[in-house]
């Protein structure tokens, strides 16, 4: 038999001396006593079954204990260490810690428990404390690692921002399979939050009604693209929706947080225009003041005083603005986490995805592959904040050749990955636009007669046409598609909703 080695002779690790560096912050005592007060009162399970999940428990047997329990009493079952007894000798790792001698210990480690919601965080901090440890080992090992040169430390902050923004707002950093119960029992409450809403609906209201009745509202997880060519109003439509979620913010405080019952926190990227250029377009559109007046100071007293007025009362608006240019999509992602944490977000909007750039190491020479990574990254992030995320895009100059200048979703400038990824897609059209810059003109041999009933078909379609737009929405992935008709006053920049008999009842479903 060989000897047994000297300990004196084996090379201690820097900091083996200290116990709390060797093992992970738990509680087992704890966790046993929450596990014996719910036996002990089935109640006490409701006081923690929000927030407290199996795998928070340190110890894999109170983890899966607690999962049995809470399935038991979800069916209204009464749960004791006496019913539990069949279960915990037919399960062998229940009946290697002790069978229903186990159960008994459990009960009796509940007797000095006064608050069992306390014991419950406790165990769940304890479980966010290994989980900022794992986070931080990772950190610091990507950090040490120089073998991937794309792996820039930035990227490595983004990622470690991500999993700690993940930890903070649902205690996990890893994705997984969640129970149909509990997808279930989300979308009944958002139903019925939406039968109690004004307008019944379960997304955030654009406050255009025609526009909400078609779209049920902009909904949490989703893309909405917002395209048209210059000049048909994108920009205006945009803030005009965002103005009005913000404007209709409401919240409730529920188990001690804030949580919005209408309207959004509104997170606007404008990659476009400046912060002042898009307050100037909000006041203009409120105060009923032509921008232009604002932007030179021509303002009668009666304007300013007005535009004075409106600036007081937007200015507690949830609203927020961000105008670095050149943003890319990692930096974007980060911005908006950070905003959800700190004031939270019901919306977001982004003017416009051609401008955003992708990550670093995702940079390719082919600008459909670019626009494809950032039309992704969007989406991953309106399912990761839950929020609606409404990006505005650019059409091809292919709606200029046709006679018919109505946007189709093959006219989206790098179509494929955008009309992929999109819920929504939404065209903005102002045909008054395009007619009041084709004045007709008279053809070679052509009589005054033909000439003036050409230019008087032409003069009554403007008249028609002024003041109206159309939202086209050419692609929506859960309802109908569809044409809305808005008015439109440009000195303004201000959609509105159309008088009820000017043009139909609603929207034109398709």
Not at 125 to 139: N, P, S
Not at 169 to 176: A, H, I, L
Not at 459 to 484: F, N, W
Request: aromatic letters at 6%; charged letters at 25%; glycine letters at 8%.
């Amino acid at each position: 038999m060989e000897p047994m080695k000297d300990p004196s002779n084996v090379t201690r690790l820097p900091g083996a001396e200290d116990v709390r560096l060797r093992e992970p912050p738990h509680n087992f005592e704890a966790e046993q006593a929450l596990l014996g007060a719910i036996l002990i009162n089935n109640a006490a399970y409701q006081r923690v079954a929000e927030f407290l999940r199996p795998e928070h428990f340190a110890d894999p047997l109170h983890g899966k204990l607690y999962d049995s329990l809470s399935k038991l009493i979800e069916r209204g079952q009464i749960v004791s260490a006496v019913t539990l007894k069949t279960y915990v000798e037919q399960d062998e790792d229940m009946k290697a810690a002790g069978g229903a001698g186990y159960l008994a210990r459990l009960a009796a480690a509940s007797v000095h428990v006064i608050d069992a919601a306390a014991f419950g965080q406790a165990v769940h901090d304890l479980y966010l404390r290994r989980q900022l440890i794992d986070i931080g080992e990772t950190v610091v090992n990507g950090a040490f690692g120089t073998g991937d040169v794309d792996e820039t430390a930035l990227n490595q902050i983004e990622l470690a921002e991500k999993k700690l923004y993940d930890l903070a707002s649902t205690g996990q950093t890893e994705g997984g399979f969640k129970a149909f119960r509990v997808a279930l029992t989300e979308a009944t409450v958002a139903a019925e939050a939406a039968y109690h809403r004004v307008g019944q609906l379960t997304g955030v209201a654009s406050g255009l009604f025609q526009l909400d009745q078609l779209l049920g509202g902009l909904h949490k997880s989703d893309l909405i693209i917002l395209a048209g060519r210059p000049s048909m109003g994108k920009t205006a439509l945009a803030t005009n929706i965002a103005f009005n979620a913000a404007r209709a913010y409401r919240e409730e405080i529920v188990d001690g947080r804030p949580k919005a019952v209408d309207g959004a926190v509104v997170g606007f990227f404008s990659l476009e225009m400046s912060s002042e250029q898009l307050a100037t377009r909000m006041l203009a559109e409120q105060a009923e003041v032509p921008s232009e007046k604002i932007r030179k100071g021509e303002l009668i007293s009666a304007d300013f005083d007005r535009v004075l007025s409106v600036s007081h009362e937007l200015e507690h608006l949830n609203f927020f603005i961000d105008d670095t240019p050149a943003l890319s999509i990692a930096a974007l992602r980060t911005r908006a986490r950070r905003l959800k944490r700190t004031h939270g977000l019901g919306l977001l909007v982004v003017d416009y995805l051609q401008l955003l750039s992708p990550s670093g190491k995702n940079r390719q020479d082919n600008r459909v592959q670019e626009v494809s990574e950032i039309t992704r990254g969007l989406k991953t992030l309106a399912k990761e904040l839950d929020v609606p995320v409404l990006a505005l895009s650019q059409l091809s100059r292919a709606v200029e050749q046709r006679e018919d200048k109505r946007p189709q979703l093959a006219d989206l400038r790098e179509s494929g990955s955008i009309e992929q990824d999109a819920d929504v897609v939404m065209f903005v059209y102002r045909e008054e636009y395009y007619l009041t810059r084709s004045e007709p003109a008279r053809r070679a041999e052509e009589s005054d007669q033909r000439f003036n009933e050409r230019h008087e078909a032409w003069r009554q379609r403007c008249e028609q046409t002024y003041g109206k737009a159309e939202v086209i929405v050419a692609k929506q992935r859960h309802g109908p598609t569809g044409i809305v008709r808005l008015a439109f006053e440009g000195q303004f920049t201000k959609f509105g909703n159309l008088p009820a008999d000017a043009d139909g009842p609603g929207p034109v479903f398709e």
